[in-house]
């Protein structure tokens, strides 16, 4: 491997740019070769380093010119400081939420036990299709078949309850709503669209169903 190669491989895994596979390749070769190991951590250390340092000196830089310049100057230089200083800081926010959510996605998808996939039934297959294109960050294949499943589900809740079997069928399909819903958001999670997840997360722990509690503490994690 190549330094070019080397470097790049690095910059995206610290990124979370990395297939889930390309990770475990990754995290296997951290374990085996301790140069690496050391490499990555120097360079998560230097990151860090870099946004402190260059925030703290970008606001050093706004002191001193606020006391150099007369009022109005202060003024007018103090406003598009501030700007541009919120505009840094909420970004750098937006970037840490973004990667906390990461995580979580993760974590959460790791935690879910895979939908099985029985002969003959559509709502089963599309669940378990959507949660192996999850498994390989194919976020944008899983959605679509999550959207089907959500159709499905819809059509099946508009026929009349009439009997047990047919009160039985309902329930499985409100079941199943709730894993579609949960799937979406660990998918916005993993994307790190973090504040469309938010709302997709609020949603779920007023809903009272089976992730209800886990929507909750997913949510009181990220702040």
């Known amino acids: 491997m190549t330094d070019i190669e080397r470097n790049n491989r690095i910059d995206e895994y610290l990124t979370w740019a990395m297939s889930e596979s390309e990770k475990a390749a990754f995290e296997k070769d951290l374990a085996e070769d301790k140069n690496l190991s050391d490499e990555v951590d120097?360079?998560?250390?230097?990151?860090?380093?870099?946004?402190?340092?260059?925030?703290?000196?970008?606001?050093?830089?706004?002191?001193?010119?606020?006391?150099?310049?007369?009022?109005l100057h202060r003024i007018v230089?103090?406003?598009?400081?501030?700007?541009?200083?919120?505009?840094?800081?909420?970004?750098?926010?937006?970037?840490?939420?973004?990667?906390?959510?990461?995580?979580?996605?993760?974590?959460?998808?790791t935690e879910l036990t895979p939908p099985v996939s029985r002969d003959g039934n559509s709502l089963d297959s599309l669940l378990a299709r959507a949660y192996s294109q999850i498994a390989v960050n194919e976020y944008t294949a899983a959605a679509s078949a999550l959207s089907e499943a959500r159709l499905m589900i819809d059509d099946g809740l508009k026929a009349t309850v009439a009997d047990e079997e047919s009160r039985y069928r309902h329930t499985l399909l409100r079941q199943h709503l709730h894993d579609v819903d949960w799937l979406e958001a660990i998918i916005l999670m993993k994307q790190g669209k973090w504040r469309k997840a938010l709302r997709f997360l609020d949603a779920i722990a007023e809903s009272q169903g089976p992730y209800s509690d886990s929507a909750r503490e997913t949510v009181t994690a990220s702040r």
Do not use: P
């Open 42 to 71: 120097a360079q998560r250390t230097i990151a860090g380093a870099v946004q402190t340092a260059h925030l703290r000196n970008m606001l050093a830089d706004i002191e001193v010119d606020l006391q150099r310049k007369r009022l």
């Open 77 to 109: 230089a103090w406003t598009s400081s501030a700007a541009a200083s919120m505009v840094i800081i909420l970004s750098g926010y937006s970037i840490r939420q973004s990667n906390v959510f990461k995580t979580i996605g993760n974590e959460c998808f």
